[in-house]
């Protein structure tokens, strides 16, 4: 199983919303990663965690809050989000980040909409 | 700083051969990947190199020149399939994922 599953595909909230993006891995990955990306860009790191740990946060504004309950799952919560916080959010995983870091294995995304 | 320059769009016939060139300036360097991603769709792993030289994979195959900074994807026998973009990203010496802004590739019939 080379699979991260995320859920859902498309969201539509308003901006007074609060709603989750989850995302699951069973690969024994301990890195999971939240990107986003707008389109015709590059991804975007927005936060790393590390066995369970949040290791990286890249300067992301606090109305996205990420979470890892254990390590097959990682959700971004989501509280007053503007319409330029539109895009598709991608979740990934890799073995390690550190010597034994693999390729980085990535979610389909969530399409998010915000109105 | 950290820089990845890859051209920005590249067009291509079905059955041919193209060359999509990628140079990185990183704070270190673990290694470097090729993604391809499909409009609206996650990138998917295509090829991984650290060493110098040639990873051959089928249809598709990578070059990395450490000392030049410099490295291709080469994809042969062209399929309409493989329009997409294909983004080249350098693991930094934090293992963070660099990524370059991706290169549209268009194959005409």
């Known amino acids: 199983d080379t699979e991260v599953t995320q859920t859902p595909k498309h969201l539509v909230m308003g901006m007074t919303n609060k709603k989750s993006l989850k995302c699951e891995q069973h690969?024994?990955?301990?890195?999971m990663y939240w990107y986003k990306q707008k389109a015709k860009k590059p991804p975007e790191l927005m936060f790393v965690?590390?066995?369970?740990?949040?290791?990286i946060n890249e300067s992301v504004p606090s109305r996205f809050s990420p979470e890892c309950p254990n390590s097959s799952l990682l959700n971004l919560h989501l509280h007053a989000l503007q319409p330029e916080d539109s895009a598709l959010y991608l979740c990934a995983s890799s073995q390690d980040m550190g010597g034994s870091y693999t390729e980085a294995f990535f979610g389909q995304g969530t399409r998010l909409t915000v109105v | 700083g950290q820089n990845i320059d890859q051209p920005t769009e590249m067009t291509a016939t079905e059955g041919a051969i193209v060359q999509i060139n990628c140079t990185y300036q990183t704070s270190g360097f673990n290694g470097l990947f090729w993604y391809q991603q499909h409009a609206g769709e996650a990138p998917t792993f295509l090829s991984y190199?650290?060493l110098d030289g040639l990873e051959e994979k089928g249809r598709f195959s990578s070059f990395l020149s450490r000392s030049k900074g410099y490295s291709y994807l080469l994809l042969k026998e062209l399929q309409m399939k493989d329009s997409a973009s294909y983004l080249c990203a350098s693991l930094d010496s934090n293992y963070q994922l660099i990524w370059g802004a991706g290169t549209k590739l268009i194959i005409k019939p």
């Open positions: 690969m024994g990955h301990r890195a």
């Open positions: 965690y590390s066995y369970e740990k949040l290791s």
């Open positions: 190199n650290v």
